[in-house]
């Protein structure tokens, strides 16, 4: 089976940092796209930032640019979320996302909270 966990969200003050993990099983990880997702309530669920499967090109939301890095390890089948100078308005649930394969599977995480706030 296919799973996507996500850890490392939690509470943090404003220009503070935090790590998300999402570690994958059940599929071929290293064929598979990765990004972050996140979503507030009664807000449409937003990309964050990509990576390819070969870790050769990364793509973020202007909003997280400079502030963000996505990084992936295949031998470990993990994809990490560094995130720094965090602000109130990244406050959200961020979801990892799997997307690749011959028929373009699609899996998503069960999500961790990440709240910014003094």
């Known amino acids: 089976q296919v799973q996507l966990v996500e850890s490392g969200g939690g509470l943090v003050q404003p220009g503070g940092s935090l790590r998300l993990s999402c570690a994958a099983s059940?599929?071929?990880?290293?064929?598979?796209?990765m990004s972050w997702y996140r979503q507030v309530p009664g807000k449409e669920r937003e990309l964050v930032a990509g990576?390819?499967?070969?870790?050769?090109?990364?793509n973020y939301a202007d909003s997280v640019k400079g502030r963000f890095t996505i990084s992936r390890d295949n031998a470990k089948n993990t994809v990490l979320l560094q995130m720094n100078s965090l602000k109130p308005e990244d406050t959200a649930v961020y979801y990892c996302?799997?997307?690749?394969?011959?028929?373009?599977?699609?899996?998503w995480g069960q999500g961790t909270q990440v709240t910014v706030s003094s």
């Open positions: 996302r799997a997307y690749g394969g011959m028929r373009a599977y699609l899996y």
């Open positions: 059940g599929f071929n990880f290293n064929t598979y796209s």
């Open positions: 990576i390819n499967s070969a870790a050769g090109s990364t």
